[in-house]
């Protein structure tokens, strides 16, 4: 039994470290691009605070907010509300600028996580340059699957 036990919590151990990576991890030789919503950078390029999550079939969730909690480092999610490092005015709206397909939407609790390819999530002032005043918080870039008829 003593034995057992080590041998046990080093296979728990090792089976959630896999677990527990949210951030896309490319294969070796593929180049990460990074969505900046006018253009696509590599990553190694890009001096951006970005976060990319590529979303795959089946993943078991019925809401997108479900599955993006814990998934983005810097990124809270309360129900149906997104925010993105926090508070940032004390008046105005501190909800993120969230494009779907480069479409601008303020819900997106119809989107299934099984209908995304992709979401990207620029943090920072550089990236969210382009969205000028609406980006201030923020921008959430989601690109759906193309559907194959």
Known sequence: MKRITPLLLLALLACSCGALR???????????DVNLGYQKVR?????????TVKVKR????????EYLQGRVAG???????????G?????????????????????ISYISPDEVERIDVLKDASSTAIYGSRGA???ILITLRKSVE
Request: hydrophobic content about 25%.
């Open 22 to 32: 949210n951030e896309y991890i490319p294969k070796e030789g593929e180049e990460e």
């Open 43 to 51: 990553r190694k390029d890009s001096t951006s605070a970005t976060s």
């Open 58 to 65: 089946g993943s078991g969730y019925s809401d997108i907010y």
């Open 75 to 85: 990124l809270e999610v309360n129900g149906t509300s997104l925010r993105i490092r």
């Open 87 to 107: 508070d940032r005015s004390i008046l105005g709206s501190n909800e993120p600028l969230i494009l779907v397909d480069g479409i601008a939407t303020d819900d």
């Open 137 to 139: 918080n923020g921008v």
